[in-house]
């Protein structure tokens, strides 16, 4: 791998656009970057080499090395006269990609994502790349971000020989001649009839779907392929606040366009889901599009791939490190929280610290050097899971919300350990009538708690409310911790304050929640009674979720009737059911079974845990909302009046099943 | 173009005049570090980063962080030590004060991408985001894919403070950093070198009160430090305290304790004082706050205390700032370890 990447290097160095030699690494030939013609490309290269050199010229001493890579660049000189950095012969002297990009998929075997997700995506794939029917095909592939659904396509597209053709948005910029290269590039309308450069970006994308579509592009380097997808990541900016006429061109693409259509859209947590705005149900149904939904990369398949990764840089980067410790990368793995793009990212930075090789070329190389020999021992030490400082350590360089150490933190609220009042001599106490409140002194300091566990208060806060009553044994005390945190909940409600008084808010309710628990006063009696208890991740955000998609859902089904939403669900739907009126709509009627009757099926929350994180993750990203498993357990239910229930959902609802069972 | 240029430049020649007798410059410029190992705090994280300045190929990074922490600071120097005198062309800097609309990530970002520059081998364009917090999602949506498509020639690095304000998809594209507060220890020893080199007089108690006042915020530490010195020509807490126009904690701290045994009547004299002093009631129930969850106080009469005290501060901020709330707040301290039944 590294010897061809070598070769090419050596004359590219650093030209941008050059694609020829980088189209052969990377497949994926986004148009921005494609060919541009050999005039343009020299006369840029031409102005700019001059203007640095202009630049360098008042350094003497740094110029030396730079005007080196300047001649090899023009004679393209064999490897051997490129400037002699290398101590260590067979490593590469310097780097040039990030690790998530160079250690992107391959193959299908290089891939993280769940097995049933590929052969999902491929047999589509393959079904409509020769099939002959009248619709275009469209799919639309979600999941959280960096589950690997980029690379999916990517290496699906390879494997299957065909082109993939991206869309990317076009740059808007006044009339120059870059600008101009790059209309051309992106297949944009810059057309002699209309005689008008610029043009929406939304005809933009229209034109750019129906050429890519119609057009091959030019057979260059002679490796025929066989078909064509066209991939839209990135979405036209507009398209967000006019999603209807990006409806209309997908409506009318879709009559017309044979070659199969790619959508991904990352979903996230929060927030509002580009993917009900701009691929609502009706029109899912409509145009046959379907949904792929990606779940989080498993943490057993991300522990595989970042060994991988760190045992192959280890031997044949840049660096020479010893392999992490399985902790470091477990641990790694764990605070990305299924993202695997984010982890390789967050590895290459934790992994340096680990470099032994590094050359001393200044004192102050040295003493660094010193420093992170001694850090490597440190780093190794984490695989105590008692250390707390490397907790904290990793924290700083973790992905994101980091579950492992809210976990931590979460824990050392709700057991609330104290210490013997003995050792703290100076303490004050309460006057007698208030005796009840008497508390040991507490071992931590619940704000330093909260601001190490780098969330925001708000959130914090929903994890101790989702998990405070398995902790508590008298009622009394759920009472005046449930006070606490209602106070801390009321003082973030106005929005224009919150931001001042969310530091009051996290303390009273870490605070309340740690003195209401009267079974826990002493410090004697932290050790007796509860034993372990799983924590869960707070069911209050999916939960918001679901509602405001059924909202969403009622009101499209039921537009007729002209209600606000609450009024359609708690009052209309309610009666609808109960009268048995005959409804027309398939969706109506499912809708309708939806909501109205209600199941004991017990809904899942998220745990959250240091060893089930495997078993959970993936059980979870399946039955994420309520609502999946709710509705499928109706489709049981009521098989009959849900027809209407595209067959194709149905059959991935049982193969999500299937996935919990196979990986625990 | 040409005034980010002009910042970018400023900050290496500050440094270089260090020399230079004259106060005309803010010392959080004058002593903002340049090499990444002189950078105070998180040793962990910029120990690291210090690797890449070294061998380049740095990741997109995001530092998170509350202020004064040396976020944009060690952005500053990693890009410096990394690209040595081709700084000045290949460092894109933007900050919200820049025009950072959906329209810049497309344009002005985009461009500067595609721009070539002759850089060492390992090296790349940095463009760098400070306070990308304050970004729009769509400004932010426009930028990941640009983040991936120019990822061979360019890197990124955003400075904010909260890093759930960015959206998934970049801080996936991105090493997520997180800077801590600075320990008061970490503070104190800058203080004391800035001290020094400054040759300014200080008392152990005037460095304690600008510690106390920044808050681990080094920026406002050395702010305090300047202004005490050059407004009073001696730094002890008396001083300080007047520079930075705060309540003394010590009066405070008085106060507290009065309403802890139940003694309206003298807590109330302090409060009196102050506000005949013309503190606004934010400044005193910030300071009230800061100071009560570090006092020794019974746990329960503390966990009461800042709940009262956020109510108080929650009337205030909408806009009740009265010495009748001030004193409401008083009593209902007192009143929280006053024993039943006694009414007054």
């Known amino acids: 791998m590294w010897s061809d990447n070598e070769s090419s290097r050596d004359s590219v160095v650093d030209l941008t656009d050059s694609p020829p030699l980088k189209t052969k690494k990377r497949k994926r030939d986004t148009f921005t970057s494609k060919p541009v013609p050999k005039k343009a490309s020299s006369s840029q290269w031409v102005t700019s080499a001059f203007g640095d050199f202009d630049d360098f010229a008042g350094f003497g001493s740094s110029m030396q090395p730079a005007a080196k890579t300047k001649q090899s660049k023009l004679v393209t000189k064999p490897l051997s006269q490129c400037p002699p950095r290398t101590n260590v012969s067979k490593r590469p002297s310097y780097e040039d990609e990030l690790w998530s990009d160079k250690h992107t998929p391959k193959s299908v075997s290089d891939l993280a994502v769940h097995k049933k997700k590929i052969e999902e995506l491929q047999t589509w794939l393959q079904r409509h790349l020769n099939s002959k029917s009248m619709r275009s095909p469209m799919v639309l592939l979600t999941g959280p971000a960096g589950a690997g659904k980029s690379a999916l396509v990517q290496v699906l597209a390879k494997e299957l020989n065909c082109e993939l053709k991206e869309w990317s948005n076009p740059i808007a910029a006044a009339y120059d001649e870059l600008s101009f290269l790059d209309r051309r590039n992106n297949w944009s309308d810059y057309s002699r009839v209309e005689g008008s450069y610029s043009s929406s970006q939304l005809s933009q994308f229209q034109q750019f779907l129906l050429r890519a579509d119609k057009y091959n592009s030019l057979d260059i380097f002679g490796n025929g392929t066989q078909g064509k997808i066209i991939l839209v990541e990135e979405f036209p900016n507009i398209v967000y606040k006019d999603a209807t006429s990006f409806h209309d061109i997908l409506r009318k693409y879709s009559k017309v366009g044979r070659c199969p259509l790619i959508f991904i859209i990352s979903d996230s947590s929060s927030g509002e889901s580009n993917e009900r705005l701009l691929f609502p149900k009706h029109l899912q149904e409509e145009l046959h599009i379907e949904n792929i939904s990606f779940n989080p990369i498993a943490a057993t398949t991300m522990l595989k791939i970042l060994t991988k990764i760190a045992t192959e840089e280890a031997a044949h980067g840049m660096h020479k490190f010893s392999v992490p410790s399985k902790a470091v990368i477990e641990s790694i793995s764990m605070s990305s929280a299924g993202d695997i793009r984010g982890a390789i990212n967050a590895l290459q930075f934790a992994c340096l610290k680990d470099t032994h090789d590094l050359l001393p070329t200044t004192s102050k190389g040295r003493q660094s050097k010193k420093k992170t020999s001694g850090e490597t021992s440190k780093s190794k030490r984490a695989g105590n899971k008692s250390s707390a400082d490397s907790d904290s350590t990793l924290a700083a360089i973790g992905g994101r919300d980091t579950s492992l150490f809210l976990f931590r933190a979460l824990g050392k609220i709700l057991y609330c350990k104290r210490d013997d009042p003995s050792n703290h001599p100076g303490l004050a106490k309460l006057p007698p009538h208030l005796g009840e409140h008497e508390r040991d002194p507490l071992s931590l300091n619940p704000e330093d708690v909260i601001e190490k566990c780098n969330l925001s208060g708000d959130y914090f806060n929903a994890y101790l409310h989702q998990n405070y009553l398995e902790f508590f044994s008298e009622i009394s005390d759920v009472v005046r911790a449930s006070e606490y945190l209602s106070d801390s909940d009321f003082m973030t409600f106005e929005w224009s304050t919150r931001s001042i008084l969310e530091e009051y808010a996290s303390s009273i309710a870490t605070r309340g929640m740690l003195h209401s628990n009267s079974s826990r006063s002493k410090h004697s009696s932290t050790g007796s009674g509860l034993g372990w208890k799983p924590l869960h991740k707070p069911q209050w955000y999916s939960t918001c979720k679901t509602e405001r998609q059924n909202c969403e859902t009622a009101r499209h089904l039921f537009k007729s009737y002209a209600c606000p939403p609450d009024v359609l669900q708690t009052e209309l739907v309610p009666f609808l059911s109960l009268i048995d009126v005959t409804l027309h709509d398939p969706g109506q009627i499912s809708f309708i079974n939806e909501i109205t009757k209600f199941s004991n099926v017990k809904i899942r929350s998220e745990k959250l845990d240091e060893k089930d994180l495997v078993v959970d993750k993936d059980s979870q990203g399946t039955g994420t909302s309520g609502e999946t498993v709710w509705s499928n357990k109706m489709e049981e239910d009521n098989i009959s009046n849900s027809q209407s229930k595209v067959v194709t959902e149905e059959m991935e609802e049982e193969e999500e099943y299937e996935i919990t069972e196979f990986d625990d | ?344």
């Open chain 2, 1 to 344: 173009m040409a005034d980010q240029e002009m910042e970018i430049d400023e900050t290496p020649v500050a440094t270089k005049s260090s020399g230079n007798p004259h106060h005309e410059q803010p010392w959080v410029e004058k002593y903002r570090p340049v090499k990444l190992h002189d950078i105070v705090g998180n040793e962990e994280t910029i120990s690291r980063l210090e690797v890449f300045g070294r061998d380049g190929n740095v990741p997109n990074v995001i530092i998170a962080g509350p202020p004064g922490t040396g976020k944009t600071t060690s952005i500053l120097c990693l890009a410096r030590a990394m690209l040595g005198p081709s700084y000045r062309d290949a460092v894109l800097e933007m900050n919200a004060s820049n025009d950072r609309g959906i329209d810049v990530v497309r344009n002005k970002i985009k461009m500067f991408a595609q721009q070539k520059v002759t850089l060492p081998k390992g090296r790349h364009k940095i463009i760098i985001l400070d306070e990308a917090d304050s970004m729009t999602d769509g400004a932010q949506q426009a930028l990941r894919r640009t983040m991936e498509i120019y990822s061979k020639t360019t890197r990124f690095a955003l400075a904010c403070n909260a890093s759930d304000k960015i959206i998934e998809p970049i801080q996936s594209r991105c090493a997520v950093l997180r800077y801590s507060k600075l320990t008061d220890a970490q503070v104190l020893k800058r203080l004391l070198e800035v001290c020094e080199a400054e040759a300014v007089s200080y008392t152990d108690d005037g460095l304690e009160a600008i510690v106390f006042t920044a808050q681990g915020d080094m920026r406002q530490a050395l702010n305090n430090l300047q202004s005490t010195f050059q407004g009073f020509g001696h730094v002890n807490s008396e001083n300080v305290f007047k520079v930075c126009d705060e309540p003394h904690p010590m009066l405070i701290q008085d106060m507290l304790q009065h309403c802890v045994n139940g003694n309206v009547e003298e807590a109330y004299k302090t409060m009196a004082h102050l506000w005949k002093l013309g503190y606004s009631a934010d400044d005193i129930i910030t300071i009230i706050f800061r100071v009560c969850k570090n006092q020794n106080i019974p746990e329960f009469l503390k966990l009461e205390f800042i709940k009262e005290i956020g109510y108080t501060h929650m009337r205030i901020a909408e806009g009740v700032q009265s010495l009748l709330q001030m004193s409401a707040l008083l009593a209902r301290l007192c009143k929280k370890s006053a024993v039943p039944g006694i009414k007054g």
